[in-house]
């Protein structure tokens, strides 16, 4: 019996092996890999010399209590606008271009907020559920904690990304870099209100966080039951405090100001509380002069993030064009890719896991001919919702709305390879 796995494992190793350098000779020949260097000893680390970090040992691991990034990823770092002020209402964007896969690390997730991040000591930490409950309750993190767990994947997007006043700039991250995805780890939001127990009357959560700036979002009862989250961790660790530490809610699908950090209070109520976040702000004006309130949803959208703006092309030839795609009501169901300004679209593989409410990464081979071009993405959620462009947007909302902007970014590529944004045209 094992003799005879053993054999199978091995033809099998032999078979792949024999197809992996038909393949890898195939790849060359047909130029994916590109202008590979040739064998170049001018410098003492390159092959066929020994590199200077072989040796000698390297840093021990105890030396960092907390993992850190390879000194040479240092311009990996977050987006921080140079012209908003960065206290009252900070901001700082995720550097989408140079991540790979879906989940965003920590230490690079969006930021955004009102009243700065405030220094919460978990231990002091209450959350509070009062208003149409038969039993108000006031729970520790510890209590929070001893409710039955999960985990789940889903992105975040502030409904100001980007603002459609001014939508432009030079990279992915300037365009749509209020947008992460993660594990979030908490529990069921019903489990914590039915614990309470809900009257009749009860229609809205009205939710605070304990930040200076008190924000304050309504919740529909129907999303509070249906996936909504109050989470403690995030990619497996606690809560940063820039995310809401201790305590914060996820509201999936649901724009970001709404799933409201540093949780303190839950509010259960008749009618939502039409709060400042929700008044003055996070709405938009029609061109019929009513105003778009409580537009909870953020819509289908992508972004292609290589080749993209800020980025090069070397040369001609292979180029694997790779990008993200989420939804608000759902999971992706398509993603098309034109590579000729929108005259032909192709439909890229979509990259599993594909799950609802979370960022899919999509791809597409591609070989660029060294002439000027235009690309850009669409997406298509399971709801049959295609992502609109700019033009069909205005059409629809007029020149005043400023939040909820989904529409498709289109990059150039001139003929020396610089990729550029095409909105900024």
């Not at 960065?86 to 896969?101: I, K, M």
């Not at 149409?132 to 975040?156: A, K, M, N, W």
């Not at 999936?252 to 949780?263: A, C, D, H, Q, S």
């Not at 799950?355 to 002439?371: I, Q, V």
């Amino acid at each position: 019996m094992t003799d005879s796995v053993d054999d199978s494992t091995a033809t099998s190793r032999r078979r792949f092996l024999r197809k992996g350098a038909v393949i890898g000779g195939a790849a060359i020949a047909s130029g994916i890999v590109g202008n590979a260097s040739a064998i170049d000893s001018s410098s003492k680390n390159l092959p066929p010399n020994v590199p200077e970090w072989m040796k000698v040992p390297g840093d021990p691991m105890g030396s960092q209590l907390y993992g850190t990034p390879s000194p040479f990823e240092k311009n990996v770092v977050k987006n921080i606008p140079k012209d908003l002020p960065q206290y009252l209402s900070a901001s700082g964007r995720t550097p989408l271009q140079d991540l790979d896969g879906i989940i965003t690390p920590n230490g690079l997730f969006y930021e955004r907020h009102h009243a700065g991040v405030p220094a919460i000591d978990p231990a002091q930490h209450r959350l509070m559920l009062h208003g149409l409950v038969e039993r108000p309750l006031i729970f520790t993190v510890d209590d929070i904690r001893r409710f039955p767990s999960t985990s789940q994947i889903h992105f975040l997007e502030c409904s100001a990304n980007p603002g459609y006043k001014k939508p432009y700039g030079k990279t992915a991250s300037d365009l749509v870099g209020l947008l992460s995805c993660a594990e979030w780890t908490g529990v069921s939001m019903k489990l914590v209100l039915q614990e309470a127990g809900l009257r009749p009357e009860a229609k809205w959560v009205i939710a605070e966080g304990a930040d200076a700036a008190a924000l304050t979002r309504s919740i529909p009862i129907e999303k509070c039951f249906e996936d909504a989250l109050i989470v403690y961790s995030q990619n497996g660790e606690r809560l940063r405090p820039q995310q809401g530490y201790p305590l914060r809610l996820i509201l999936p699908g649901f724009e970001g100001n709404m799933n409201v950090k540093w949780l303190r209070r839950l509010h259960v109520t008749a009618e939502p509380a039409y709060s400042r976040e929700e008044t003055s702000k996070y709405t938009d004006l029609m061109p019929d002069g009513t105003a778009r309130e409580f537009s909870f949803y953020m819509e289908a959208k992508s972004i292609i993030l290589r080749p993209s703006g800020g980025q090069r092309l070397d040369t001609k030839g292979f180029c694997e064009i790779t990008g993200i795609a989420w939804s608000g009501r759902g999971k992706i169901s398509r993603v098309d890719i034109s590579v000729d300004n929108g005259k032909n679209w192709q439909e890229a593989r979509l990259q599993e896991p594909i799950l609802t409410r979370a960022l899919t990464r999509f791809r597409l081979p591609w070989r660029w001919n060294g002439e000027p071009t235009v690309i850009q993405s669409r997406a298509i959620d399971e709801t049959g919702y295609v992502q609109p462009t700019l033009a069909e947007l205005i059409a629809v909302r007029g020149e005043a709305f400023y939040y909820h902007n989904n529409a498709i970014w289109p990059w150039r590529i001139s003929a020396d390879g610089e990729v550029s944004n095409a909105a900024d045209d």
